[in-house]
Every structure is written in C-alpha cells, then in structure tokens.
C-alpha cells in the first residue's frame, strides 16, 4: 500500500497544476480571444458604416464582421458542445467553465 503514495500524490499535485494552467492560462485566453472576436466584429461594422462611398472598403468591412461572427460562432459551438456531452453522459464534477481538479464521476456501464 505505501508503494502507491508517490503515484497518489503525484496524481494530486498533477490535478493541483493542470487546474492552475485552466484557471491561470486557458481560461482567460478563451475570454481574450472572445473579446478580439467581438473587437474585430465591431470594427468591421464601423469600417463598414463609415466608408459608404468606397466600396473597397465597405466590402473590407463586410469580411471583418463575417470573420468575427465566425470566430465567435466557433468559440460558441465548442461551449456548447462541451456542454451537451456532460449532460448527455450526464457526467458530474466538470464545468466548462471553471476548472475542477476533483474525481470525475463517470456512470456505470454495463459489461457484457
């Protein structure tokens, strides 16, 4: 049995460090890259609203907002899809958004 203590606490310290690089790291970039999205949205339409004469760049302005309805789409989606896993499989102890280190509850499968 004490053979298994260093794996354990290996296993702790582990869970402790990938929920900081989550909290610290992951977390925070997906909020930024979020942001940028809405950022390059939003200057699309100003670009957009401001060169009614130029159509060069109007149509600039057009990709702008498609680019950022996209990468907002996509950061969306990859919540959303993350979020019908868990319920489907009803697995407990995992939130998207907040990182948890703890044992994560799996349901029973049958064997055969």
């Keep these: 049995m004490n053979l298994l203590l260093p794996h354990i606490a290996y296993a702790e310290t582990f869970d402790q460090f990938m929920g900081k690089v989550d ?3 992951v977390n925070p970039l997906i909020l930024f890259l979020f942001a940028v999205a809405v950022a390059y ?3 699309g339409v100003v670009q957009f609203f401001l060169n009614q004469d130029n159509e060069e760049k109007r149509s600039e302005g057009k990709k702008h907002m498609i680019y950022g309805i996209i990468g907002m789409t996509v950061m969306i989606g990859v919540f959303t899809i993350m979020n019908i896993i868990i319920t489907t499989f009803n697995i407990k102890g995992v939130r998207p958004d907040q990182p948890t280190a703890n044992q994560v509850n799996l349901p029973d499968w049958p064997t055969n």
């Design 23 to 25: 909290t610290l790291i």
């Design 41 to 43: 949205f939003l200057y």
